[in-house]
């Protein structure tokens, strides 16, 4: 048995695949500073650069997570200052070297990005960055060099939003290490899904690894960055998308574990009864995150999880229940197994199939259905038996209690790339980087966009609530068909209207 993990970004059929345009640190540091470190500028174009071409030739691989940890390990003095100790070690901002920080406060710049790839440079006063630190309580002093360069992303997403540019320009070298590691853990998780029907152990630790990377982003980044908004929540990568991708990240590589545990013959059955539960519910947390019709995929994604894990909770509770001869209670828990099945074959697997187009992860996912199938008619009938034969009990009206929720996995947390040797005297690195008097411009244009609300307290969790999702589709089915009855408006609309720069002001 294998499984089928959610690897890449979906809206509404039409994948987001991540390019990124060549920053040229030597051109910008030229035009921005009267002196600059060029060893490291070289470095960071050229490692970039890479990048770049095998994300451009969609070559997903574990290359391409070396090549981006390579990369940030020079980077990394452009977000933190590296003379005030490890980018690993939570540091006081107190303790920041002084002249490091008069510098950062002379010549902190913000830039914003328009179509044409040029940028308007924003200098703010010594008041504005004092209070901005203190709103991001930031724990790690960040780098004088943290708005030195604009970098550049883009999708495809116009295909979906016309009217909205597919290139996002922002001049923070926290977004830059954002999408970074965002982009290694989606590609993670790629490679564990080839690797998952051959060897489901180390696609379990790529699994659990891109959790940990998510976890890192939500905790370390998103909250020292501001939310660059108007973005679809699935591309914002702030605080609350990177949450729901670490929680799905976490239960992929439970459920991997699960599959593992049946491949190897172990029939730990309380264990795996647990383990599923943990699962269901991980799942329901993550989908109190979708609050937007445009992430169908998704939510297809997470409303097939939901309710797989939940038939395999009961399932597995009433091999448990046998295992103790309470058959009566087994049986119950069956017949209420195979109620919950009919919705995941007769609604959620042809609604997640509408946006699966590889045909070994079509196959994938109508195995794991058929697996569960199997399961239920072979214990259905087993306990029948037994009741008649041996056990004479009653079967209860109420559903008996379930086994309790557990995980097995734990997850090391991220370790940020040390840095590289280039950054072995970062106070001699800094004092190289000497940026030019910037213009301060007073006002600049804002753009308007929809804000995307997000339910942050999902804690609580009530294991009879799954119910609640199963009419969720009633209400996909409705907005897919409305957009794609204003796609030709749109379209026509896109050859007149220009795309609109997505950089913020910070």
Request: charged share 30%; hydrophobic share 35%; with cysteine.
């Given at each position: 048995?294998?499984?089928y993990?959610?690897?890449?970004i979906?809206?509404d059929?039409?994948?987001?695949?991540?390019?990124?345009?060549?920053?040229?640190?030597?051109?910008?540091?030229?035009?921005?500073?009267?002196s600059y470190?060029?060893?490291?500028?070289?470095?960071l174009?050229?490692?970039?650069?890479e990048?770049?071409?095998?994300?451009?030739?969609?070559?997903?691989?574990?290359?391409?997570?070396?090549?981006i940890e390579?990369?940030l390990?020079?980077?990394?003095?452009?977000?933190?200052?590296?003379?005030?100790?490890n980018v690993n070690n939570s540091?006081s901002?107190?303790?920041?070297?002084?002249?490091?920080?008069?510098?950062?406060?002379?010549?902190t710049?913000?830039?914003?990005?328009?179509?044409?790839?040029?940028a308007?440079?924003?200098?703010?006063?010594?008041?504005?960055?004092v209070?901005?630190?203190?709103?991001?309580?930031?724990t790690?002093p960040?780098?004088?060099?943290q708005h030195?360069c604009v970098?550049?992303?883009?999708?495809?997403?116009?295909?979906?939003?016309?009217?909205?540019?597919?290139?996002?320009?922002?001049?923070?070298?926290?977004?830059?290490?954002?999408m970074?590691?965002?982009?290694?853990?989606?590609?993670?998780t790629?490679?564990a899904?080839?690797?998952?029907?051959?060897?489901?152990?180390?696609?379990?630790?790529?699994?659990l690894?891109?959790?940990?990377i998510?976890?890192y982003?939500?905790?370390?980044?998103?909250?020292?960055?501001?939310?660059?908004?108007?973005?679809?929540f699935?591309?914002?990568?702030?605080?609350?998308?990177?949450?729901?991708?670490?929680m799905?990240?976490?239960?992929?590589a439970?459920?991997?574990?699960?599959?593992?545990?049946?491949?190897?013959?172990?029939?730990n059955?309380e264990?795996?009864?647990?383990?599923?539960?943990?699962?269901?519910?991980?799942y329901?947390?993550?989908?109190?995150?979708?609050?937007?019709?445009k992430?169908c995929?998704?939510?297809a994604?997470?409303?097939?999880?939901?309710?797989?894990?939940?038939?395999m909770?009961?399932m597995?509770?009433?091999?448990?229940?046998?295992?103790?001869?309470?058959?009566?209670?087994a049986i119950?828990?069956?017949?209420?197994?195979?109620k919950?099945?009919?919705s995941i074959?007769?609604?959620l697997?042809k609604?997640?199939?509408?946006?699966?187009?590889?045909?070994?992860e079509?196959?994938?996912?109508?195995?794991?259905?058929?697996?569960l199938?199997?399961?239920?008619?072979?214990?259905?009938?087993?306990?029948?038996k037994?009741?008649?034969?041996?056990?004479?009990?009653?079967?209860?009206?109420?559903?008996?209690e379930?086994?309790?929720?557990?995980?097995?996995?734990?997850?090391?947390?991220?370790?940020?790339?040390?840095p590289?040797e280039?950054?072995?005297?970062?106070n001699?690195v800094?004092?190289?980087f000497?940026?030019?008097?910037?213009?301060?411009k007073?006002?600049?244009?804002?753009?308007?966009?929809?804000?995307?609300n997000?339910?942050e307290?999902n804690s609580?969790?009530?294991?009879?609530?799954?119910?609640?999702?199963e009419?969720?589709?009633?209400?996909?089915?409705?907005?897919?068909e409305n957009?794609?009855?204003?796609?030709?408006?749109?379209q026509?609309?896109?050859?007149?209207?220009g795309?609109?720069?997505?950089c913020i002001?910070?």
């Amino acid at each position: 048995m294998s499984v089928y993990l959610l690897c890449e970004i979906i809206s509404d059929s039409i994948k987001i695949e991540r390019k990124t345009k060549p920053c040229n640190f030597e051109k910008q540091a030229k035009k921005r500073c009267k002196s600059y470190d060029e060893g490291i500028a070289k470095l960071l174009d050229e490692k970039r650069e890479e990048i770049g071409i095998l994300l451009e030739r969609k070559q997903y691989t574990l290359e391409l997570c070396d090549k981006i940890e390579e990369y940030l390990s020079i980077f990394c003095g452009f977000i933190w200052n590296l003379s005030c100790g490890n980018v690993n070690n939570s540091t006081s901002s107190t303790d920041n070297n002084q002249d490091d920080n008069q510098h950062n406060n002379e010549n902190t710049t913000q830039l914003i990005g328009n179509n044409s790839g040029e940028a308007t440079l924003i200098r703010e006063t010594e008041k504005e960055l004092v209070k901005e630190e203190i709103e991001h309580e930031t724990t790690k002093p960040l780098s004088s060099l943290q708005h030195l360069c604009v970098y550049q992303w883009w999708s495809n997403l116009n295909e979906l939003q016309p009217t909205l540019s597919s290139s996002l320009e922002f001049n923070d070298s926290v977004f830059e290490a954002l999408m970074m590691l965002s982009t290694m853990a989606i590609t993670l998780t790629i490679e564990a899904q080839k690797r998952i029907t051959i060897d489901k152990k180390a696609a379990m630790k790529l699994v659990l690894k891109a959790s940990s990377i998510w976890e890192y982003c939500s905790e370390e980044l998103c909250r020292i960055l501001k939310p660059f908004q108007p973005l679809p929540f699935l591309l914002s990568n702030n605080s609350n998308m990177c949450k729901m991708m670490q929680m799905i990240s976490k239960a992929q590589a439970q459920e991997i574990g699960i599959f593992l545990l049946l491949d190897k013959g172990i029939e730990n059955i309380e264990s795996i009864g647990k383990l599923s539960r943990f699962v269901y519910k991980k799942y329901i947390k993550s989908i109190r995150f979708i609050k937007n019709e445009k992430e169908c995929k998704v939510k297809a994604y997470l409303l097939f999880k939901i309710k797989y894990y939940d038939v395999m909770s009961h399932m597995y509770s009433a091999i448990y229940y046998n295992k103790k001869d309470e058959n009566g209670m087994a049986i119950r828990l069956v017949d209420e197994a195979l109620k919950k099945f009919e919705s995941i074959t007769k609604i959620l697997v042809k609604e997640l199939l509408k946006y699966v187009f590889e045909s070994q992860e079509k196959e994938l996912i109508e195995k794991q259905v058929s697996f569960l199938n199997s399961e239920l008619k072979r214990y259905q009938e087993k306990y029948a038996k037994e009741n008649s034969f041996v056990y004479h009990q009653t079967v209860p009206e109420s559903v008996p209690e379930l086994l309790v929720s557990k995980d097995i996995l734990k997850i090391q947390s991220f370790a940020f790339p040390e840095p590289h040797e280039g950054w072995r005297n970062p106070n001699t690195v800094y004092k190289k980087f000497e940026l030019k008097p910037l213009v301060l411009k007073k006002s600049v244009q804002k753009q308007k966009h929809d804000e995307v609300n997000i339910i942050e307290n999902n804690s609580n969790v009530d294991d009879n609530n799954s119910n609640d999702f199963e009419n969720d589709f009633d209400n996909v089915d409705g907005s897919l068909e409305n957009q794609r009855k204003k796609r030709k408006t749109q379209q026509s609309t896109a050859e007149n209207i220009g795309g609109t720069s997505l950089c913020i002001i910070l």
